[in-house]
């Protein structure tokens, strides 16, 4: 059984930092796209931040120039860095792999329990 657990929420002030964490564990072959979504309540979720196994990474443009994704291989894990926090940052983060879990079978996205964020004004 796969699993996601994120860590690293929390309630932090406007222009402070947090750093989310994403550990995958379980029976994994091969672990492709990560990545993080959020959202926050009355709205849809977005995807904030993706990252590939080769490291390309996309950001939505809100997000652009203050938080960075970045993931360890060797470890199943992917990281969000979030500078300069604003109030509209505040949400539930997601993390999202897709995960082979043997050779033979299709790659699927799994889902972690979600950690909250809170940037106070």
């Known amino acids: 059984q796969v699993q996601l657990v994120e860590s690293g929420g929390g309630l932090v002030q406007a222009g402070g930092s947090l750093r989310l964490s994403c550990a995958a564990s379980?029976?994994?072959?091969?672990?492709?796209?990560m990545g993080w979504y959020r959202q926050a309540p009355g709205k849809q979720r977005e995807l904030v931040a993706a990252?590939?196994?080769?490291?390309?990474?996309n950001y939505v443009d809100s997000v652009k120039g203050r938080f960075t994704i970045s993931r360890d291989n060797t470890k199943k894990m992917v990281y969000l860095q979030m500078n300069s926090l604003k109030p509209e940052d505040t949400a539930g983060y997601y993390c999202?792999?897709?995960?082979?879990?043997?050779?033979?079978?299709?790659?699927?996205?799994?889902w972690g329990q979600g950690t909250q964020v809170t940037v106070s004004s």
């Open positions: 999202t792999a897709n995960i082979k879990v043997f050779w033979g079978l299709p790659a699927r996205d799994y």
């Open positions: 379980g029976s994994i072959f091969s672990v492709n796209d």
């Open positions: 990252i590939t196994n080769g490291g390309i990474r």
